[in-house]
Nanobody, 127 residues
């Protein structure tokens, strides 16, 4: 069982940057793929980014490629999402996710929703 706690959300102007973090506990997080999803008001939750166990492989939604960077620090059991050049359409609650199966890859994680989830952190981008 993994416990995930997000932090770092907030309000930022369009074109600005924000970094959200996720602290994991309850199991050896380095054995599992981690990721970020988001849910905007009135919309379904969507995949944003994922990173492999060792951090050597990543995957991104097309909408954030070139603007967002996912990283992890296995010594600290944290996963971060650096968001640059933010747009109003990036406004959403951002959820940290941890794969349940150690064999899931970042490329697979986006197409699944059976993960461990954090409580979410709000990111609001004003125009």
């Amino acid at each position: 069982q993994a416990q995930l706690v997000e932090s770092g959300g907030g309000l930022v102007q369009a074109g600005g940057s924000l970094r959200v973090s996720c602290a994991s506990s309850g199991r050896t997080s380095s054995n599992y793929c981690m990721g970020w999803f988001r849910q905007a008001p009135g919309k379904e939750r969507e995949f944003v980014a994922a990173i492999s166990r060792g951090g050597g492989s990543t995957d991104y939604a097309d909408s954030v490629k070139g603007r967002f960077t996912i990283s992890r620090d296995n010594a600290k059991n944290t996963v971060d999402l650096q968001m640059n050049n933010l747009k109003p359409e990036d406004t959403a609650v951002y959820y940290c996710a941890a794969a349940r199966n150690p064999f899931i890859t970042p490329q697979q994680m986006g197409g699944m929703n059976n993960h461990f989830w954090g409580q979410g952190t709000q990111v609001t981008v004003s125009s």
